[in-house]
């Protein structure tokens, strides 16, 4: 089985400061990660995806995350924010046979101008 | 190619009665899954479909829910006897066949039950 822990339920920052949201997993299996993203009342967009090779892997609306194995953690980061960054981010994990994704509590990103 | 598609949107009832949501996901996407996300968690699985077959159920999903893949396109989320537990977005993703290099689940936007 697998979990996820992210560990910052918000993180309040001002405009173009950077960030970083922090996720951390657990897993008896070799996984996939994945940050999603989720704007009021919507469904989850994703940001970016580690399934192998190398470890920085860049995503879309210029977030980047970093897998560490021996960490167990999924960082995710942007070194210049945007109001319109302002959403429910949400670290996931799954398995490579089902793949059905396991997520974080999710962290909530305030953009402060 | 129009991505998942969810219907309703929300759904308000009474407690007792029952509701179904529909999910058309991505055409030619052969996994299906459903979540539940109740409000300030993050999404929980309740159930995924390969083509039509129905390969693994979460101890979340009482007997009260059912979920059907009839023709391994489109799928219904049935609950039976709604209670005020059961407010919640159900999300529906779907993703391509296993083995494919592009491993992603695509969401729909989620239908948001509220049981009063």
């Known amino acids: 089985a697998q979990s996820v822990t992210q560990l910052d339920s918000q993180v309040p920052v001002f405009e173009e400061a950077p960030v970083e949201l922090r996720c951390n997993y657990s897993?008896?299996?070799?996984?996939?990660l994945f940050w999603y993203v989720q704007y009021p009342n919507q469904g989850l967009q994703l940001l970016l995806k580690y399934l192998s090779g190398s470890t920085l892997v860049k995503g879309i609306n210029g977030f980047e995350a970093e897998f560490n194995k021996s960490q167990t953690s999924f960082h995710l980061r942007k070194p210049s924010v945007h109001i319109s960054d302002t959403a429910e981010y949400f670290c996931a994990v799954s398995d490579r046979g089902a793949q059905k994704l396991v997520f974080g509590q999710g962290t909530r990103l305030t953009i402060n101008p | 190619d129009t991505g998942v598609s969810q219907d309703p949107r929300h759904k308000i009832t009474k407690r007792g009665q029952n509701v179904t949501f529909r999910c058309d996901p991505i055409?030619?996407?052969?996994?299906l899954y459903w979540y539940r996300q109740t409000l300030g968690q993050g999404p929980e699985f309740l159930t995924y479909f390969q083509n039509e077959a129905q390969l693994e159920k979460s101890r979340l999903l009482s007997d009260r829910f059912s979920a059907e893949r009839p023709k391994g396109s489109f799928s219904t989320l049935e609950i039976q006897r709604t209670e005020q537990g059961d407010s919640a977005m159900y999300l529906c993703a779907s993703s391509p066949r296993l083995g494919q290099s592009n491993t992603e689940a695509f969401f729909g936007q989620g239908t948001r039950l509220t049981v009063v």
């Open positions: 897993s008896s299996v070799s996984v996939y």
């Open positions: 055409s030619e996407h052969n996994r």
